[in-house]
C-alpha cells in the first residue's frame, strides 16, 4: 500500500499533495491527524519528497512538524518525531537541516515523552536509531541544546 501511495505522489503535483497533508492534519480528530503524518512519513522513507521540496516549502514543513511535536494525542507526537528526524537525516544539505534547529528542543522533548510511553519499546528503539543516524550526520543541529540533548542520552 505504501509503495502505491508513493507511486501516486510521484505523478501529482508535489506541492499540492503536501498542501493537502497540511490541511488533513489540521483537522481536530485525532485519527486523521495520525493518518497525515503516517502519510508524510511514508513519503519521505519512500524518497518522494527531495530537499528542493523542503526548501521551497520550509515554512509549512516547520509549522506542521512543530505542531506534531506538541500535539495532545501521544501518538501524532511520536509519528510526528519519526517524521522530524527521516526528513532530517535524508536531507544532505547541512544549511538547510540547520533551518529546522529551532524544532530541537521539541524533537528533544517528544522523545523522552516516547520513551517514557512507549509499552513495547519498538518505538522508542526506533526514533533512537534514527535521532542517532541524524546526530552521525548532522552534529551541529544540537549545538543550541546540547545540555538537554546530553541528558536525555544519559538518561
Known amino acids: 500500500i505504501a509503495e502505491n501511495i508513493a507511486k501516486l505522489y510521484l505523478i501529482v503535483d508535489l506541492h499540492k499533495s503536501f498542501g493537502q497533508i497540511v490541511t488533513l492534519f489540521g483537522n481536530e480528530n485525532n485519527i486523521i491527524r495520525r493518518f ?61 537541516v540547520l533551518e529546522f534547529s529551532d524544532l530541537t528542543k521539541l524533537i528533544i522533548n517528544s522523545l523522552i515523552y516516547c520513551l517514557k510511553n512507549d509499552e513495547d519499546g519498538t518505538t522508542a528503539k526506533s526514533c533512537m536509531e534514527t535521532l542517532n543516524s541524524l546526530t552521525t550526520l548532522h552534529p551541529k543541529l544540537w549545538k543550541n541544546n546540547l545540555d538537554n540533548f546530553l541528558s536525555v542520552i544519559c538518561e
Open 36 to 96: 497525515s503524518i503516517l502519510i508524510l512519513e511514508l513519503i519521505i522513507d519512500l524518497d518522494v519528497i527531495n530537499e528542493e521540496m523542503v526548501n521551497s516549502s520550509i515554512n509549512e514543513f516547520k509549522n506542521l512538524l512543530q505542531n506534531g511535536l506538541q500535539d495532545t494525542d501521544a501518538r501524532v507526537q511520536i509519528l510526528t518525531l519519526k517524521s522530524a528526524t527521516t526528513l532530517l537525516t535524508k536531507i544532505k544539505n547541512e544549511n538547510l
